[in-house]
């Protein structure tokens, strides 16, 4: 059964202090998103990658979260330093995408990790 | 960038009866809809999809329709069960040159199912 495996699941951490949340997609796809929930805003995506670059990260605080895909079977969601207003859960889910004009695949999201910063 | 609005915020229906959320979007070169089920704690799920070449899909007791015209898209969960009750998201994207750009979500809809 494949899946997308986060980790960590839950994570308790200091303001002011760095996180790295870590992603595996599932083997075989090649477009990983980043999403992160919260009650007040929902479901907001972050950024994505298609083949390891970055395609979209305009919904990311630019100045202390950074996303990256070391390889094609990890990818890292960042944050330095940490803020409360960062508490979420954070998803990862990935897709594959087929070729130009393909249609858009299903994305298969993570468990995700629960952020807490106090 | 691309907008989506979901009704309502919350429905409650009695079991075996009918439940409908709609949603509206904002750019009208989206062309994939999906719906997921996210239940308390767990991780969104896909339960349909529709694409833009289509005005209505159906898998046993879940459809959904679309309206390109109006630029609106309807969930329709027929003889509701007790596990049906959980937080339904309706999403839109664009399948751009390379392929999949990412999901919009609406701000989904807590369905409870009464006995």
């Known amino acids: 059964d494949a899946r997308v495996t986060q980790t960590p699941r839950d994570k308790v951490t200091e303001m002011g202090q760095e996180v790295t949340m870590r992603c595996q997609p599932i083997?075989?796809?090649?477009?990983v998103f980043w999403y992160r929930q919260t009650m007040m805003q929902g479901l907001e995506l972050l950024a994505y990658f298609r083949n390891r670059a970055p395609l979209d990260d305009s919904g990311m605080p630019k100045d202390r979260f950074s996303a990256e895909m070391p390889d094609a079977t990890l990818a890292t969601l960042k944050i330095q330093p940490s803020e409360p207003r960062d508490s979420a859960v954070y998803f990862c889910a990935s897709g594959l995408t087929l070729g130009p004009g393909a249609w858009n695949t299903e994305a298969f999201f993570g468990q995700g990790t629960r952020l807490t910063v106090v | 960038g691309e907008n989506v609005e979901q009704h309502p915020s919350t429905l409650s229906v009695q079991e075996g009866d009918s439940a409908v959320i709609k949603c509206t979007y904002s750019?009208?070169?989206?062309?994939?809809f999906p719906w997921y089920k996210q239940e308390l704690g767990k991780r969104p799920q896909l339960i349909i999809d529709i694409r833009s070449n289509v005005g209505e899909k159906k898998d046993q007791r879940i459809a959904v329709t679309l309206n390109k015209t109006a630029k609106h898209f309807s969930l329709h969960i027929t003889e509701t069960q007790p596990e049906d009750s959980a937080v339904y998201f309706c999403?839109?994207?664009?399948?751009?040159?390379?392929?999949?750009?990412?999901?919009?979500f609406g701000k989904g809809t807590h369905l409870i199912i009464q006995p």
């Open positions: 999403a839109a994207s664009m399948a751009s040159g390379g392929g999949a750009d990412g999901l919009t």
């Open positions: 083997l075989g796809h090649n477009t």
């Open positions: 750019d009208s070169a989206s062309n994939y």
